[in-house]
């Protein structure tokens, strides 16, 4: 499939492209020219109604689905099916051609589907020079809304706001939303291309015959799961002690997308409104019909269980949400053409978009190798539990010497564990460091002496958990939906079950804290738990959604910015520009077999403009492919160390540490410090602009001229006449 993928070494098939211009009224006038731009009245059942600079849009008035047509080529894409196999029964077809999809939940709750196909729907549609607006009712479910289309250059807007949507009956309510959840399909077979599934840093879906092998497709929600709706299952243990099946990553950006490679057209997906009650779904033809399609589902009203009593095995019942989500729901398709109709080309968009709006800012780069610290745990004792002391700060002013020796001169590094009473003393409320590691005193002199030497210290805080054996977690912690408290397992000796403080409980303790902090002189803060989580929950009665609890966490999460200098453990999309680096950036997926191949999406969308740093390096079992997929993702390594062997934490909730002593690591600190210092010189403030996948070799070519190869295999390679050893680079 590398030829499928390769930027700008795409194959093309002239004979449909040039039936496509022959139906557009376009005619090429000489090699290379530009086809004249001439619209054609008609496409796939479709009439013209607008354009922009670079696409013309058609419009059906019965479905309300559009056609995109590249003014330049002829090719297009389609948001309904123009070709049914006959294998569909008429809920499907509904769902293949409207704009439109709902869920409907009647009062016996049971689902049910509405589309403008199948359902007696009156519409009144208002065209403009921009788009059109369309009225519309179900007369027998007595529901509706104002679905509003805006064409421009930023690509097709389509849009439902939330005071347009009507729910007159008290027997019908909606479920869940789609919108032009066929744009860009394809059936089998008939375009090469891909999909976009935005798991972890990024993947594809070819446009394949999968054979029918997959049931169903990729179904992430926006930013993570919903906690409270989450019912409690059964984890794969180890001994009936250890969790062995990792969590899948989270979807950081609500994106999605489609490339016809052989059309060299695509579109990018982004979630605008609604993001929060929002799920991307990419599905592969086979998963119950012969399409390839890829869309964003809102989610209006979510079914969760709700137990009888308090026993644990009494019956339970399962219950819609009384009330509906509350906002205003919006996708923009943003359409690529040329070079630029491939995954980079939808990076590129996505980055543009971040900008435009400001909610990416461009970030100081000067390369920094992250070196954490461990500071102090806890290990059961005979009567409570007793301090594990890790790292103390004369410990960690010692390593720097040995660094600067070593010649590694600016490094980032973060400070876990040195409050009182460890890294599970949860929540951090005040500015008290642990006294065995050298005390408050100490530390800030540490911090003051730090600054303006190249290396960047923070104190690391997780404002999400409260440690019920440590702190009294009665009040202000966080229950689900059906009134049962959330319980976070850790699976560890020690500290065994954490709770979810509130949004609210959380902002005013960061307050506390940050001001104690900041009145030392001192504001260098690196946050968690707070920046990849939301959820729905209940509090005193009263229910608050994921909406209630981002718009908390937005802003804190400001205010900080503009309080102390903040980095973020692997933040989602709304908090990018918060951050002064990303920490955390998964370089990985969570290896669902549907998906073809791993892609460093996000660290396209933010190499140049917000520094990275990828996971733990002495934590990863390959680390020679580690090292590679951080050179190709643009990401820096990181490193956590201790002071002490990683052998003194067998018995605390750090066990998972099973190698951490810096005695171990220093070499290899210096080493990656030269060669990524090195990368980072040559790279500096460009942007990915090219990367091609062939096989196990890998091109990634840099907006300054710069070009890295990779070799993924054992055995050497050539690529682009640069011969590559095995499981290595190249760089010219």
């Given amino acids: 499939m590398a030829h499928r993928i390769a930027k700008r070494i795409l194959g093309i098939t002239l004979a449909p492209v040039l039936a496509l211009c022959l139906l557009a009224g376009a005619l090429p006038t000489g090699s290379g020219a530009v ?31 559009v056609v995109v047509e590249d003014k330049a080529t002829g090719a297009y894409l389609e948001s309904s099916i123009s070709y049914d ?74 849009r ?16 869940t939303i789609r919108l032009y959840p066929y744009m860009g399909c394809s059936y089998l077979t008939d375009k090469e291309g891909y999909m976009l599934v935005p798991d972890g840093n990024g993947a594809l879906i070819y446009l394949d015959d999968k054979e029918g092998r997959y049931p169903s497709g990729f179904s992430g929600t926006i930013f993570g799961t919903d906690i409270g709706f989450e019912e409690s299952k059964v984890e794969t243990l180890l001994w009936d002690k250890y969790n062995t099946i990792s969590d899948a990553e989270i979807v950081l950006a609500p994106v999605f997308g489609i490339a016809h490679t052989d059309d060299r057209i695509a579109f990018l997906g982004i979630v605008e409104e609604g993001a929060e009650r929002a799920s991307i779904e990419v599905v592969p033809n086979g998963a119950s019909v012969d399409y390839n399609r890829a869309y964003a589902r809102f ?65 100081e780069d000067t390369y920094r190798t992250r070196v954490d610290f461990l500071g102090s745990d806890r290990q059961s004792w005979v009567l409570g539990t007793q301090g594990v002391v890790m790292t103390t700060v004369d410990d960690i002013y010692e390593i720097f010497a040995d660094l600067e020796a070593r010649g590694v001169t600016q490094t980032i590094s973060l400070y876990k564990g040195w409050q009182d009473g460890g890294l599970y003393n949860l929540p951090i409320t005040k500015y008290k460091a642990e006294s065995k590691l050298g005390g408050t005193g100490d530390l800030t002199k540490l911090m003051k002496s730090l600054e303006g030497t190249g290396r960047e210290f923070y104190l690391y805080n997780n404002a999400l958990l409260i440690n019920p054996d440590e702190t009294n977690a009665t009040f202000n912690v966080i229950k689900q939906v059906n009134k049962r408290r959330y319980e976070y397992k850790t699976y560890r000796d020690v ?41 729905t929950y209940t509090y005193s009665s009263d229910k608050y959604t994921r909406y209630d609890c981002a718009k908390l ?3 804190a999460i400001e205010e900080l910015s503009t309080q102390t200098n903040l980095v973020l453990e ?52 390959n680390e020679k492919e580690f090292f590679l997929k951080m050179i190709e993702s643009g990401a820096y390594p990181s490193f956590y160390v201790t002071k002490e062997d990683s052998s003194e934490l067998i018995y605390t909730n750090s066990n998972d540490i ?8 220093k070499e290899r600190i210096a080493e990656y410090d030269a060669i990524f210092r090195e990368l980072s010189e040559r790279t500096k403030g460009a942007v990915i602009t090219e990367h091609v996948i062939d096989g196990d070799l890998r091109k990634v070519s840099y907006s300054n001229g710069v070009t890295i190869y990779l070799n993924y295999s054992a055995s050497p390679a050539s690529c682009d006449g640069v011969d590559i050893e095995g499981m290595s680079y190249v760089v010219k």
């Fill in 160 to 175: 439902i706001a939330e005071d347009s949507i009507r729910e007159d009956s008290e027997q019908y309510f909606i479920g």
């Fill in 35 to 65: 086809l004249t731009a001439r619209a054609a009245e008609e496409i796939a059942g479709h009439s013209y109604l607008t354009e922009n600079s670079a696409y013309r849009l058609y419009l059906n008035e019965e479905d309300l689905s």
């Fill in 299 to 363: 989610v209006l009203r979510r079914l969760y269980t709700q137990p009888t009593s308090n026993n644990s095995t009494a019956g339970s019942l399962h219950i819609y949400e009384a009330d509906r989500s509350h906002s205003d729901l919006g996708v923009r398709f943003v359409f690529l053409s040329g070079d630029d109709a491939d995954y980079v080309g939808m990076a590129g968009a996505y980055r543009n978009y971040l900008l435009q709006s400001g909610s990416l800012v461009r970030k």
């Fill in 570 to 621: 692997q933040p989602i999309s709304p908090y990018w520009d918060d951050t002064n680096v990303f920490l955390d950036m998964p370089l990985y997926t969570s290896s669902y077999i549907l998906e073809d191949e791993s892609i460093p999406f996000l660290s396209i969308v933010l190499k140049g403009v917000l520094p990275m740093y990828a996971e733990y390096v002495n934590f990863e079992a």
């Fill in 85 to 158: 196999d006959g294998q569909n029964n008429n809920i499907w077809l509904g769902a293949m051609r409207s704009a439109v999809v709902l869920t409907l939940i009647n009062k016996n709750d049971d689902t049910l589907q509405a589309d403008l196909v199948n359902d007696d729907v009156t519409r009144k549609v208002t065209k403009s020079d921009t788009g059109f607006t369309a009225e519309l009712y179900w007369n027998k479910y007595k529901l509706g809304f104002t679905l509003e289309v805006s064409f421009d250059e930023d690509g097709l807007s389509a």
């Fill in 658 to 665: 099973y190698s951490s002593r810096y005695d171990s690591y």
């Fill in 495 to 535: 500290y065994e079950t954490f709770y979810f403080l509130t949004p609210s409980r959380s902002k005013l303790l960061l307050e506390r804290f940050v001001k104690s902090y900041t009145s030392k002189g001192v504001s260098n803060l690196a946050l968690a738990g707070i920046t990849n989580k939301l959820f």
């Fill in 553 to 555: 966490y937005n802003e």
